[in-house]
Structure formats: C-alpha cells, structure tokens
C-alpha cells in the first residue's frame, strides 16, 4: 500500500500504541479491557514478545505518523501450544477503511510464517468488530466458534467468534 511502512516495533512506537488501543477500551467493545493501559505495561509485553521471537510489527505514514499494530501472542503457556499464537491488530480511527489493517495483516501473517508458527488464533468481539471479522475472513481465516456471553463491557454481556488460520 502506497504511504504506508511496515516494521517491527520500537520502544518509541509504545507511547502511540498505548493511545490507540486506549481509544477502544475507552470506547468500544472490541476489546474487554475496561481499564486504559500505560506505556510500562506496552514495554512489558513487548519484552515478552520479542523474547519469544513473535511477531509485533508497526504500520507508519510516510510522515511517521503511526497507524496500527498487529503482535502476536502465545495461545496458551502449554509447549504443546507453542506454534499456535493469538493475533491483535488495532488501527488508530483515522486509519479505518483505507487497506492499512489488510496490508497489516498479511504483512504479519507472513512474519508469523516465518517465525515457524503454524495456526493463528483470532479471538473477535461479537459485537462492533465486523470489520476485523471481515478483515480476517478476506485474508483467510475461517469460522472455528463461537464463545456466548464470556465478557461484559459498558453493562453488557458480551461474546467473541473464535477465527483460525492454518499457515
């Protein structure tokens, strides 16, 4: 995608991730977090990251401005698990709607691929997320379930669609 740059994460990106993932926890329910994170916990986990050769990758404007991220994370802390990994990818609202998630994600799911991972795991809100639920269909991942009333946001409960992606 013209404009966009895609790289791994740098300690002067945390800041800018923090704000963007904040926005959704502030404001929606495509995340459960109720609780705004600050720059301390982003470099805790991508420490843990990148200790275990994931990928966290960055999309910036030609101008430097930060658009979105994708990491992965370990499914589940079981060795068995160890090549199956659970995706995020969060866009700043300016960023919506103009390829910069589609160009993210294969950008990402090819850094997976090369890491030797095997399947990746997208955990989506069932509501207020059909974009990321299209998202990911149009790259790939299929339907694998569906977890009802697991989470409750703003009131609400809340369930996820489980997507997967055999690589």
């Known amino acids: 995608m013209s ?11 945390l800041a800018a ?9 502030r404001t929606s329910t495509v995340t459960f977090d109720e609780v705004e994170s600050d720059v301390d916990g982003w470099a805790a986990k991508k420490e843990r990251i990148v200790a275990l050769g994931l990928p966290f990758l960055v999309a910036e404007s030609d101008v430097g401005e930060l658009l979105g991220y994708a990491l992965a994370q370990p499914w589940s802390p079981k060795s068995a698990y160890r090549f199956t990994v659970e995706n995020s ?5 300016a960023a919506a709607g103009r ?6 994600l294969e950008a990402f799911l090819a850094a997976c691929r090369d890491a030797g991972l095997r399947q990746v795991i997208a955990v989506i809100s ?5 974009a990321s639920i299209a998202l990911h269909r149009r790259v790939g991942f299929v339907d694998a379930g569906r977890l009802t009333a697991v989470g409750e946001k703003f009131g609400r409960d809340l369930g996820v669609v489980l997507l997967q992606l055999s690589l």
């Open 3 to 13: 404009g966009v740059r895609l790289r791994a994460v740098q300690d002067a990106d």
């Open 89 to 93: 990818i969060y866009l700043a609202p």
């Open 99 to 104: 390829g910069v998630g589609r160009t993210l």
């Open 126 to 130: 069932e509501e207020g997320a059909d």
């Open 17 to 25: 991730i923090r704000d963007i993932y904040n926005h959704y926890v």
